[in-house]
């Protein structure tokens, strides 16, 4: 048996004060009232001599009254203690994750090497990974020159839509800034931290990796003193693709030229497994036939695994109906003996008359 205010229990503060305080007050004036009683009877006579001259019966119930007053008193002590018995052990689910979704939006995800293009692919493979989550948190930051951002939420369907019809011609500023975009998602996991829910964060990361300003190692460096992972997917081939030129109407017209050269896109494994590995993290290459969702979610599920196995609860039972039903009951069988020995007096005074 457990006590949940067993503290104020011991040090007999507030309530326990004033009902132990009660019962050592009423225990001391029966027994001073019984001696004076007792005493005062003495000087008519004998005790035999007394008993036979007074109502042994009112003695009686007048005796039960007090204890049944006493009880009252012991079990709401008791009651007011709050005893608790031990009840089942359950594991808690497992905490969920703050993920953040990085996505390239750069033009060179316009690349047609995929199902698709690349960015057509990977959104789908991502909205995939998010209706997967549960109890998770997910974030999503679009990014090329600069970076766009949906705070974390476990609204999923709104979550998704916020790159449902974003192309890389909506971007304000073009170009490839893996940097800013590990930037600004430590930003947000870090902010999400003030509310106080502990939970374990990571990245991930969908680029071709061709980034041309900031400096994502740095980055990285960071946040792996605070304890987010980053995972990243690479997207893309390394021999180099053709970017397409994508006019006004979202329609393909030729491919995109630098001067007189065409522009081709070849995907940066170098600079991705570093952020990978600087993290903690790990390094998946997309292909057409497995994008690598499937391992990211392995990965995460071992994550969520290893956090839930540490959180276990024990749950206890309330026991205080036990004290409080019979206090209930010995008070109520009080008011009846009052009430009873109040009508013998009335009794016994009209026979007198």
Do not use: C
């Not at 109502?55 to 009651?79: E, H, K, M, P, Y």
């Not at 995800?109 to 991502?126: C, F, I, Q, T």
């Amino acid at each position: 048996m457990t006590w949940r205010n067993w503290n104020s229990f011991l040090s007999l503060t507030g309530t326990g004060l004033w009902l132990t305080v009660g019962i050592f007050i009423l225990l001391f004036a029966y027994v001073i009232s019984h001696a004076i009683k007792k005493r005062i009877m003495s000087r008519f006579g004998t005790h035999d001599l007394v008993a036979d001259l007074i109502d042994r019966r009112s003695n009686i119930v007048a005796s039960i009254n007090v204890a049944l007053i006493l009880g009252v008193l012991i079990l709401s002590l008791i009651s007011w203690a709050q005893p608790q018995s031990r009840g089942k052990t359950m594991n808690l689910k497992p905490r969920g994750l703050d993920i953040l979704v990085a996505l390239d939006f750069s033009k060179s995800m316009n690349v047609r090497d995929m199902h698709g293009s690349r960015l057509e692919h990977a959104k789908r493979e991502m909205n995939k990974l998010i209706d997967s989550l549960g109890g998770d948190r997910v974030g999503l930051i679009a990014f090329a020159g600069t970076p766009m951002t949906y705070p974390l939420t476990e609204d999923y369907e709104s979550a998704k839509m916020f790159w449902e019809n974003l192309v890389p011609e909506d971007m304000p500023l073009g170009g490839t800034a893996i940097g800013r975009a590990l930037a600004s998602a430590k930003d947000l996991l870090i902010e999400s931290r003030r509310s106080g829910d502990k939970r374990s964060q990571i990245i991930i990361l969908l680029s071709d990796g061709e980034d041309l300003s900031g400096s994502p190692e740095k980055i990285a460096s960071e946040l792996n003193t605070q304890g987010i992972r980053v995972y990243t997917i690479g997207i893309g081939n390394t021999s180099g693709s053709l970017v397409p030129a994508v006019n006004e109407d979202g329609n393909t017209s030729g491919y995109m030229k630098y001067g007189e050269k065409y522009v081709t896109s070849s995907l940066d494994e170098k600079l991705l497994k570093k952020i990978s590995e600087l993290t903690g993290g790990k390094y998946f290459k997309a292909s057409k036939d497995n994008f690598g969702t499937e391992l990211v979610l392995k990965n995460i599920k071992d994550l969520k695994r290893t956090e839930g196995q540490k959180r276990k609860i024990e749950e206890k039972n309330e026991e205080f109906h036990w004290f409080i039903i019979p206090a209930i009951i010995f008070l109520i069988f009080n008011l009846l003996l009052l009430g009873d020995r109040e009508l013998f007096k009335t009794r016994e005074a009209q026979n007198e008359g």
